[in-house]
């Protein structure tokens, strides 16, 4: 048995300035590696944790930063664990996405489960790629307490997983605000759901991103 703690990444620029940020690379704002912090400080109260993964991406890996140096132990990266590849969406505003690409756009709004990003990944295919690594490296760390540092559709994706959802159910999935913590039990290539979008260590400084803006 694996437990695992997805956390999403802090507020990041993109989030800040209403960009599309898939692969690119964008940073932590100041409030964001606040509520970084916020949520180490959570982590360390609360749970036991032997190993860190993070998506190789600044926002991402960053956010894990605090917990990392707490405990003396070093951050994986992986680009396994990055936000969906948005091809040629990448750090385009949602209304110039709407204007130039307005079939696909439609899609990511109102079909997400089945959208793909003009030239990038689709929906399905992070699905994949995301719980395949997910599933791996907690085979890898039977017996221990895992976080990982993600984004916002890997969550999605990871909690459908463990709902027992292929990837046409991803839509059905509840959407995860910044810095927030979900935590998953992983055994016999199953994982089950403990606990979903936990963010009341953010206190005052929990965002909530407009529902439209998932990457």
Same mark, same amino acid.
């Given at each position: @048995?694996?437990?695992?703690?997805?956390?999403?990444?802090?507020?990041?620029?993109?989030?800040?300035?209403? /960009?599309?940020?898939?692969?690119?690379?964008?940073?932590?704002?100041?409030?964001?590696?606040?509520?970084? #912090?916020?949520? +180490?400080?959570?982590?360390?109260?609360? #749970?036991?944790?032997?190993?860190?993964?993070?998506?190789?991406?600044?926002?991402?890996?960053?956010?894990? $930063?605090?917990? +990392?140096?707490?405990?003396?132990?070093?951050?994986?990266? *992986?680009?396994?664990?990055? #936000?969906?590849? *948005?091809?040629?969406?990448?750090?385009?505003?949602?209304?110039?996405?709407?204007?130039?690409?307005?079939?696909?756009?439609?899609?990511? @709004?109102?079909?997400?489960?089945? %959208?793909?990003?003009?030239?990038?990944?689709? $929906?399905?295919?992070?699905?994949?790629? $995301?719980?395949?690594?997910?599933?791996?490296?907690?085979?890898?760390?039977?017996? /221990?307490?895992?976080?990982? %540092?993600?984004?916002?559709?890997?969550?999605?994706?990871?909690?459908?997983?463990? @709902?027992?959802?292929?990837?046409?159910?991803?839509?059905?999935?509840?959407?995860?605000?910044?810095? +927030?913590?979900?935590?998953?039990?992983?055994?016999?290539?199953? +994982?089950?759901?403990?606990?979903?979008?936990?963010?009341?260590?953010?206190?005052?400084? %929990?965002?909530? $991103?407009? %529902? /439209?803006?998932?990457?």
């Amino acid at each position: @048995m694996t437990r695992i703690i997805l956390i999403r990444h802090g507020q990041s620029i993109a989030n800040f300035i209403g /960009k599309f940020a898939g692969h690119s690379d964008f940073d932590l704002t100041e409030l964001g590696h606040r509520q970084a #912090e916020l949520a +180490a400080g959570y982590l360390l109260e609360n #749970e036991k944790i032997d190993k860190i993964y993070a998506s190789d991406l600044l926002r991402a890996y960053n956010t894990a $930063v605090p917990t +990392a140096k707490a405990l003396g132990l070093e951050i994986t990266p *992986a680009k396994e664990l990055r #936000e969906i590849f *948005a091809g040629e969406w990448e750090s385009l505003s949602f209304d110039q996405i709407k204007e130039r690409f307005p079939k696909d756009f439609n899609d990511w @709004m109102h079909d997400f489960s089945n %959208a793909r990003c003009t030239g990038g990944e689709s $929906v399905a295919e992070l699905y994949e790629r $995301v719980n395949a690594y997910v599933c791996k490296i907690a085979e890898e760390n039977d017996g /221990k307490t895992i976080l990982i %540092a993600t984004h916002a559709t890997p969550v999605r994706a990871v909690n459908c997983f463990a @709902m027992g959802y292929e990837a046409e159910r991803m839509a059905d999935v509840s959407f995860c605000g910044n810095a +927030a913590t979900n935590v998953f039990i992983y055994e016999n290539g199953k +994982a089950t759901i403990e606990q979903s979008n936990i963010n009341g260590y953010l206190g005052e400084l %929990a965002t909530e $991103v407009p %529902a /439209k803006i998932r990457a």
